[in-house]
């Protein structure tokens, strides 16, 4: 294959350090250089950080024969045990291809990626598919938005769990049998000793995504991405499932990541929002940062297009003017220009410089380039009073 | 700074007609469920509409909420004609179309239209979206003063295309863009009533916003009746003069807008709203929260008397008996329930 041929020092170093055992190629310290066609070749002298998961500065671009699609340009967001990161967006925002490449679930031969991703101290952009695929349900695991695509129709719930449990763990097929019961009636399956040899068809919608959270927790994941989990659900069985991911955070401490466009489901559950627009983040900071103070036009405007169940509004809507942008020809400069109503304020600066994500108060950051005085005089005086 | 309950919105000063567009008495909407091969025998039916009654007054939003199943959008296809009722009737401007021949509805249909909820499927591939918005003038046979392809331009740029596009296949637009043409299509030959079946569900919240001011402002140009079935019991409450809220087939409480939202009676309502998340997280983290036990039963096999029994936390001996009736507990507002309660849970 084209990654082998190519490899020479680099991608040996890598098996050695994988054969060796834990710990792998992104060991704290050393310079590793690791190269394969679709990964930019990146030279690991940044300090591990501190938080559980961080993602540095992560850009993922498809190639494509009508151009490079920039998915995801640049992001960067951290998350700590025991947490919950919200990622907002609309459609072609980035969002569930930011978890997917976290996941590592992206096909390396189709797709450019850089950046740094950290979960507890091991980089994996870096790292080599089969330790990434060693992680992936053992200490990072996925719910998808779908749950009858996401089972597959021909096992059972039960041998999809058992499975699951058995590749990350060396037990007999009765221990795991026994462990999959037991995660079907934590999430409060009924008569879980019997629907374990039930078909995905067999269960409801709400059921199959509880299906779903018992096999991604069935090994303790310390990282739980949850991509739209409740969007294909009626409203009352969503108020379950967030309710139960709750329940299982507080008892395993994971970190949760749940991508949504709903800005209430993000009320509801997340501790820290990131607003991504374009494959950038725009927005980032806690919920109550982003709902009371947002300081980007992006956000404001999400605000403002919502309908709200606690409120009479005035009769008209304020929608963002325009579409989402293409991701092969995303507009110079800031992405957001083109459906700004404040960046003729910046002169030309809007349409050729990209705004940085900078601290707009701790904890609290914003890429726009309206100075921060600017922001929060129009937040105050132009947009909370029409919500 | 926010419009309160007391402020009426300009909405509720629209003159509502005096006399019905469109009443529903006791409409039941049967599919068999038959089994065998060589003779097929009806073993059961799936009652997904099981009794409904309702009228709307011309120029109202009548609002349609109701989960998975509930059969809000089998019901907009029987008012439709879409679909032939099993049972009761369908009356659209006094006449009872409950069974008429589809010739006889059809030149009907000028006067009600139906808004789908997916605009990927809802828009033939193969059309471009001039024949598509123009169909409607060709189907009734209508000749308009400057000619149909003048007429589709006009109403392209009603619903905010760009009129050069009318040569342009529905895989060139977006999901937004398709709903509009859905829209346009629908209001081609300015029917009094029409019926948006989750008009909005499919699209970017943005989007969603945009859809929905236009049908505001189209609704109050022609002075259109609407009914609007939803389950996104927020965007309910920003275009409608009226909820009914369905369960398993029937309607369980029909209230005027402010009425429903703030002094919900019936509980299903009540776990409805409690579990629709709001955009504050200071609130969410104060509400009062209803959480409902297990799923919604099947409409293969609907529970005896009333449907929503099996879930209720107030259930008593009665519920499991006698099927409580729609019953007027206020001016504008109607329950099914035996033990109503108000309850704040927004």
């Not at chain 1, 995660?183 to 068809?201: E, F, Q, S, T």
């Not at chain 1, 108020?239 to 991911?245: G, K, R, T, V």
């Not at chain 1, 700004?340 to 030309?348: E, F, T």
């Not at chain 2, 979206?129 to 060709?138: D, E, L, R």
Request: charged share 25%; proline share 7%.
């Amino acid at each position: 294959m084209f990654r082998r041929s190519s490899a020479g020092a680099g991608s040996k170093a890598a098996t050695s350090a994988d054969g060796s055992g834990a710990g792998t190629g992104a060991t704290a310290g050393a310079t590793t250089l690791v190269s394969a066609p679709s990964v930019t070749p990146v030279e690991l002298h940044s300090v591990p950080p501190r938080s559980f998961l961080e993602v540095r500065d992560l850009t993922i671009h498809f190639p494509t024969d009508d151009g490079v699609v920039k998915s995801v340009d640049g992001i960067s967001f951290s998350l700590e045990r025991g947490r919950s990161l919200g990622i907002v967006g609309e459609s072609g925002s980035g969002k569930s291809v930011t978890s997917l490449g976290i996941m590592g679930l992206h096909n390396r031969k189709k797709t450019r990626t850089s950046g740094e991703i950290w979960l507890d101290g091991e980089e994996l952009v870096s790292a080599s598919p089969e330790h990434v695929r060693k992680l992936r349900g053992k200490k990072m695991a996925m719910i998808f938005q779908d749950p009858l695509s996401a089972l597959h129709p021909y096992y059972t719930v039960g041998s999809q769990i058992i499975e699951a449990y058995r590749i990350h763990n060396n037990v007999s097929k009765k221990v795991a049998r026994a462990r999959a019961i037991e995660m079907l009636d934590r999430v409060k399956i009924p008569n879980a000793a019997k629907c374990i040899d039930d078909y995905p068809h067999q269960f409801s919608g709400g059921m199959r995504q509880r299906v779903m959270i018992a096999m991604s927790l069935s090994c303790n994941p310390s990282l739980l991405i949850a991509d739209e989990p409740t969007t294909a659900l009626d409203v009352t069985v969503q108020a379950q499932i967030l309710e139960l991911m709750r329940e299982l955070q507080r008892e395993f401490n994971s970190a949760i990541v749940i991508i949504t466009h709903d800005l209430g489901v993000v009320a509801e559950v997340a501790d820290d929002i990131l607003v991504m627009y374009a494959g950038k983040g725009v927005e980032n900071g806690s919920v109550e940062d982003v709902f009371y103070r947002p300081e980007h036009p992006y956000t404001w405007g999400l605000l403002s297009s919502v309908t709200r169940l606690d409120r009479v509004r005035a009769d008209r809507l304020l929608p963002i003017a325009g579409t989402p942008p293409s991701l092969i020809n995303v507009p110079s400069g800031c992405a957001f220009h083109p459906r700004c109503a404040y960046c003729s304020l910046n002169g030309d600066r809007s349409t050729t410089e990209v705004p940085l994500m900078r601290e707009t108060d701790p904890g609290h950051s914003v890429a726009c380039h309206l100075p921060r005085d600017t922001r929060r005089r129009i937040w105050t005086e132009e947009v909370r009073p029409k919500l | 700074m926010t419009a309160t309950a007391s402020e009426p919105s300009a909405r509720s000063k629209r003159a509502l007609g005096a006399e019905p567009i469109l009443e529903v008495e006791k409409l039941e909407k049967h599919f068999p469920v038959k089994r065998g091969i060589l003779f097929q025998k009806t073993v059961g039916a799936v009652k997904a509409v099981d009794g409904v009654s309702f009228s709307v007054r011309p120029g109202e939003t009548l609002g349609v909420v109701g989960e998975s199943g509930c059969g809000k959008s089998t019901m907009g296809r029987v008012v439709t004609r879409l679909l032939e009722p099993t049972g009761g009737r369908v009356r659209f401007e006094g006449t009872d179309i409950s069974h008429m021949k589809q010739g006889a509805i059809r030149p009907l249909r000028r006067s009600f239209q139906m808004i789908f909820q997916d605009p990927y499927s809802s828009l033939n591939p193969r059309h471009t979206i001039g024949t598509i918005v123009g169909a409607p003038f060709k189907l009734q046979k209508i000749q308009t003063e400057k000619g149909t392809k003048r007429a589709v331009q006009d109403l392209l740029e009603l619903v905010g295309l760009n009129p050069e596009h009318y040569n342009r296949y529905p895989h060139e637009f977006s999901g937004g863009q398709r709903q509009r043409i859905g829209v346009a299509r629908a209001i081609a030959l300015r029917p009094k009533l029409i019926v948006a079946d989750e008009p909005v569900s499919a699209l970017d919240v943005s989007i969603q916003a945009q859809v929905i001011n236009l049908l505001e402002d189209l609704q109050s140009e022609f002075n259109l009746t609407l009914i609007f079935i939803a389950h996104d019991l927020s965007v309910v409450r920003h275009i409608s003069d009226s909820v009914a809220v369905m369960y398993l087939g029937t309607i369980v409480e029909v209230a005027d807008n402010v009425e429903l939202y703030e002094h919900p009676l019936h509980p299903y309502t009540h776990a409805l709203l409690s579990a629709v998340p709001i955009p504050d997280p200071d609130k969410e983290q104060h509400r009062d929260r209803i959480l409902l036990q297990g799923d919604v039963p099947s409409p293969l096999n609907p529970p005896e008397a009333c449907r929503f029994h099996t879930r209720c936390w107030k259930v008593q001996e009665i519920c499991k008996t006698v099927e409580p009736p729609l019953l007027q507990i206020a001016p504008n507002h109607k329950v099914a329930c035996h033990f109503p309660e108000e309850r704040v849970l927004i």
